[in-house]
């Protein structure tokens, strides 16, 4: 569709394209803007600015839609396993029976990292938060496979892909292992990819693995709903950093960093925090509440508010309803349990969050089915960071191929005009 915008300004009216996407969503095309105008627009946090035009992910945030390359992220969380969703965010096609086989080869040959990986981590103390710990190995990684530093050939990106795939896991299960002070072993390349994550994750030293469906498919569920969504905080990350031509690892190392914040990934350790707050607080969820609504309190109902979902994140309602499950079938009885739901529904209720359109986030409730699979908290955000690993590959596969500008923001400058330098002695 050829349609057009205009844009007036005093005696001056400029022309620009307006795009249509495959969902109806429309843009205005201002790569021309300042070459017309002089003028160029301003949007912090880019609410109202789309950085590309994307083949991967589409999300609705009024309804509440999220498709990973067309399917509903309710079919994925329920039929696909996590590899095949791996496979189609990156491949954009669900792999037929052959195709999986061969990408799961592909892994299994790639699933060992250095020895003296095992060195830098030693470097870093118990007490080192594990996503700066992930960051920091993603990047080392890039010293042992220099060919993947600026994958440009199919053939080159997809060696690059198989390996970060591959080892990933081993980098979060021996950020983890390390931590409680367990051997940094690996897994079972017999087993399936998410049951080996597992294994890799909780195998004790001196015990048989025993593998418990239960928590492998609450796993593989958890995984698929964090691969991806659009152009959030850290995949944009990943998308500029890679835009500069810095390479795959690299890029993804930024991400990491990126999603570590408690506005973003971090917010799943944050509503554990919150929530045992509230409980140490005798269960008041009422003063929390009320913090959250005192502008003059930084305080935020972590778990709560979207950038674009104005509707319920369809993710917060798989993961709501995975939470009563798992703790069912592991016969757990958490209180936070509870609390969460109290709290959701004192909020959904709470004119402050109706009007602002707050609704619970994928973060609310991931953090209670991490606990119920003895995850410790601090490695929630390393577990999404797992679970989004896909998407960030594929985002920064479709940029490349694509041959997207390196990414360079303009600016309003607002600071002080040309004047004299002054001579120390004279100042
Ligand atoms: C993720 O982008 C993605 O897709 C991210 C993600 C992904 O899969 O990659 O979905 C994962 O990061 C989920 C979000 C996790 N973060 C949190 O749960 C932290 C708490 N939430 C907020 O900080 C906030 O809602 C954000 C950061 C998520 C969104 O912030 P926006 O879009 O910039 O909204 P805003 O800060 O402009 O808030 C609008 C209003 C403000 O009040 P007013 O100034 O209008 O009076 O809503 C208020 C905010 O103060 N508000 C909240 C709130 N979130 C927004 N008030 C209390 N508690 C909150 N959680």
Redesign the pocket.
Known sequence: MSDKALLQYQDKTFEFPVIQGSENELAIDIKTLRAQSGMITIDP?FKNTGSCESAITFLDGEKGILRYRGYSIEDLAEKATFLEVVYLLIFRELPKADALAAFQKDIVAESHVDEEMKKILDGFPKSAHPMGVLASLTSALISFNPNSVNASSDKEMYAAIVRIVAKFPVLVAWTMRKKKGLPLDYGDDSLGYVENIHKMMFKKPSQEYTKNKVIIDALNKLLILHAD?EQ???TSTVRIVGSSHAGLFASLSAGISALWG????G?NQAVLEMLEAIEADGGDTKKYMAK?KDKNDPF?????????YKNFDPRAKIIKKAADEVLNDLGIDDPILAIAKGLEKEALEDPYFVE?K?YP???FYSGIIYRALGIPTEMFTVMFALGRLPGWIAQWKEMRENNEPIGRPRQVYIGENFRDFVPVENR
């Open positions: 946090g969504h959030n905080c850290s408690p506005l973003h990934g917010a959250a935020r109902l972590m778990g709560f508010g979207h950038r674009v602002r707050l986030n994928v973060d």
